[in-house]
């Protein structure tokens, strides 16, 4: 599988919002779960949401009711549409898609991976 591409990261304020795309240049994401991922500095990373082929969604506690996951067929792209941020979202967010791999979430296994975008969240 080629590289996975994020962006739309940057800064914003307490409360504000971002929308973080992912993209695949050479493999339709539409056949995969796709996730987002963050990991903050000296943290573990965690999942925060994810995607199914089926088009079934999944979020962390941490992020329910403020994030948002979605696909767009017909660009290739997963978004993840963060609202009300918090300082604690602050951290590097990485999307990757499923297939052998080490990370396990919600019963899937990632281990293809984009080089992150970062979010920083602060006044």
């Known amino acids: 599988q080629s590289q996975l591409v994020e962006s739309g990261g940057g800064l914003v304020q307490p409360g504000g919002s971002l929308r973080l795309s992912c993209t695949a240049s050479?493999?339709?994401?539409?056949?995969?779960?796709v996730a987002w991922f963050r990991q903050a500095p000296g943290k573990e990373r965690e999942a925060v949401s994810c995607?199914?082929?089926?088009?079934?969604?999944y979020y962390a506690d941490s992020v329910k009711g403020r994030f948002t996951i979605s696909r767009d067929s017909a660009k290739n792209v997963v978004y993840l549409q963060m609202n009300s941020l918090k300082p604690e979202d602050t951290a590097v967010y990485y999307c990757?898609?499923?297939?052998?791999?080490?990370?396990?979430?919600?019963?899937?296994?990632?281990?293809?991976w984009g080089q992150g975008t970062q979010v920083t969240v602060s006044s």
């Open positions: 990757a898609v499923d297939g052998p791999g080490s990370t396990i979430a919600w019963g899937y296994s990632f281990g293809s």
């Open positions: 050479e493999f339709t994401l539409d056949y995969y779960a």
């Open positions: 995607i199914n082929a089926d088009g079934r969604t």
